[in-house]
């Protein structure tokens, strides 16, 4: 089965400075890689996506993240963090074991910014 | 314009009862999915449907059935809850067949705490 791996729990970064998610994958095939957050009591957002071609892809509220085949990883990035972007952080492949109708979720990444 | 949303929001029950968790959604996606997440577990697929009509068994399926009797809507049914069934539910869809590169949209969730 596709899978994607999240090996820190928490990421603490002071607010200005760079942040970074880390996610790596583990598929038989070309990924199809996704980044979702969660804010407290809400329901999964989608920030962006990994589809094929440049291997940064830009996504919403500024965030970013760079597609590296050679070390299979799908880091998701922020140049300035804000206080607002506190929050638990998802990267998830389609799963082709399910038909490519199943994302296949890593355990969560809470992010919390520091004022 | 709604989008998925999911009722009820939080629930009780007690070990052995019954109940439907019941996810609409507006946006005319013919792909519905239920997700169950768990602390430290990221997401995990319990059931899905690709079409109004039909269903498929997720990673996680035992215990739980599923309906999709009108393209709208999807519903969960714990036929006879147990404690560890206590969870978040969250309900996604998804907008094309058969393209590999959508990405999923969540409902906000359901709370359920099975004693």
């Known amino acids: 089965a596709q899978s994607v791996a999240q090996p820190e729990d928490q990421v603490n970064v002071a607010e200005g400075n760079p942040l970074t998610v880390k996610c790596t994958y583990s598929v038989s095939g070309n990924p199809y890689l996704f980044w979702y957050v969660q804010y407290p009591n809400r329901g999964l957002q989608f920030l962006l996506k990994y589809i094929t071609g440049d291997n940064l892809v830009k996504g919403s509220y500024g965030f970013e993240a760079e597609f590296n085949k050679s070390q299979t990883s799908f880091h998701l990035k922020k140049p300035s963090a804000l206080v607002s972007d506190s929050a638990l952080y998802f990267c998830?492949?389609?799963?082709?074991?399910?038909?490519?109708?199943?994302?296949?979720f890593g355990k969560g990444n809470q992010v919390v910014v520091i004022p | 314009n709604a989008g998925v949303t999911q009722t009820p929001k939080f629930r009780v029950l007690k070990t052995g009862q019954s109940m439907t968790l019941l996810c609409a959604q507006d946006?005319?996606?013919?792909?519905m999915y239920w997700y169950r997440q768990d602390p430290g577990m990221g997401l995990r697929l319990i059931h899905y449907s690709v079409g109004e009509g039909t269903t498929a068994k997720g990673e996680v399926p035992d215990g739980y059935n599923v309906s999709r009797l009108k393209k709208q809507n999807f519903l969960l049914g714990l036929e006879s809850a147990a404690p560890s069934q206590t969870s978040v539910y969250f309900c996604a869809t998804q907008l094309r067949p058969g393209q590999q590169d959508n990405e999923q949209f969540f409902g906000p969730g359901t709370r359920l705490t099975v004693l």
């Open positions: 998830a492949v389609r799963d082709i074991d399910y038909g490519n109708n199943r994302l296949a």
């Open positions: 946006m005319n996606h013919e792909y």
